[in-house]
């Protein structure tokens, strides 16, 4: 069989334990969504909520970025938002568990994925800003239709949540419209502590 093919068989096998990574999410059907399901998931509605971003555009890009941000989480999993410990270092262990995930690929490609991410986690392009966007608020989403009042997400308070996702105002007023709307809803269901 063709190297080169050998190896990207190899970097998809190596991408199946992307299914593994478990977020603090709740899936529909109440069990862990995995960081593959996230990464799905907001690739999908990119181009959706892309309209209500005030910048063009490359949805090709934003979507690739989506599809990649979380694959560094392989090694060493999802880390909670709102774990400031775990955050503070998440950038270089997820940089090093990308590296070695996509080790088989030929050098163009890995760079080209490489780039993606590092873009996507540093924010500065409009592709990059708005992909944060759409990460940011699909886990309002997700707690508001999922979420229950005994859960790590309803011992948040309201400020908490605010001042993670007050980002989202800077790019785009109508997106952080949809974020506080959602996130006004869960504090009446109780989701979150309104302080």
């Keep these: 069989m063709n190297k080169d093919l050998t190896k990207i068989l190899d970097f998809t096998i190596e991408l199946e334990k992307l299914k593994t990574v478990t977020r603090m999410n709740k899936t529909v059907d109440k069990r862990q969504e995995n960081s593959a399901e996230h990464s799905w998931h907001a690739a999908f509605v990119a181009e959706a909520f892309s309209k209500f971003y005030p910048k063009a555009l490359d949805t090709n890009k934003v979507i ?75 886990p309002l989403i997700n707690h508001y239709v999922t979420g229950d009042v005994s859960s790590t997400e309803a011992r948040l308070t309201k400020s908490q949540v605010i001042t993670k996702k007050q980002f989202i105002n800077a790019d785009s007023e109508e997106l952080w419209e949809l974020a506080a709307h959602i996130i006004d809803k869960s504090v009446e269901k109780g989701l979150y502590e309104d302080k």
């Design 64 to 138: 690739m970025m989506l599809l990649i941000h979380d694959v560094g989480e392989i090694n060493v999993g999802d880390t909670f938002l709102y774990d400031e410990v775990g955050k503070s270092s998440s950038f270089s262990k997820e940089r090093t568990s990308l590296e070695n995930t996509l080790l088989n690929l030929d050098k163009d490609l890995k760079k080209k994925y490489i780039k993606l991410w590092e873009e996507f986690e540093i924010g500065h392009s409009e592709e990059a800003k708005f992909a944060r966007i759409v990460d940011a608020i699909l």
